[in-house]
Nanobody
Framework: QVQLVESGGGLVQAGGSLRLSCVAS????????MGWYRQAPGKQRELVAA???????NYVDSVKGRFTISRDNAKNTVYLQMNSLKPEDTAVYYC?????????????WGQGTLVTVSS
């Protein structure tokens, strides 16, 4: 069993910062790409940022220049540093990872962490 556990969400005022963390645990060989998605009320889930195993990154246009994704492979952890937060960033943020384990390839999701940005 492979699990992702997120932390770091909360309530912050517009212009503030938060740092999300996501740790992978369980029995697996390696983690490929890792990413952060978000889903606001009444909207579809969208990819916010992703980082490859080789540290290549990509971002949705709305967060470029404000959010930074990074990973620590030794800790099986991915981070999302969110600066200059806006009310429209309010959403449940989900961690996602592609994992190679004994049964092959598995896409894993975290349980989500709520980020609320007040105006």
């Amino acid at each position: 069993q492979v699990q992702l556990v997120e932390s770091g969400g909360g309530l912050v005022q517009a212009g503030g910062s938060l740092r999300l963390s996501c740790v992978a645990s369980g029995s697996f060989f390696s983690i490929n790409a890792m990413g952060w998605y978000r889903q606001a009320p009444g909207k579809q889930r969208e990819l916010v940022a992703a980082v490859s195993q080789g540290d290549s990154t990509n971002y949705v246009d709305s967060v470029k220049g404000r959010f930074t994704i990074s990973r620590d492979n030794a800790k099986n952890t991915v981070y999302l540093q969110m600066n200059s937060l806006k009310p429209e960033d309010t959403a449940v943020y989900y961690c996602n990872a592609g994992v190679r384990w004994r049964a092959g390839y598995l896409e894993v999701w975290g349980q989500g962490t709520l980020v609320t940005v007040s105006s």
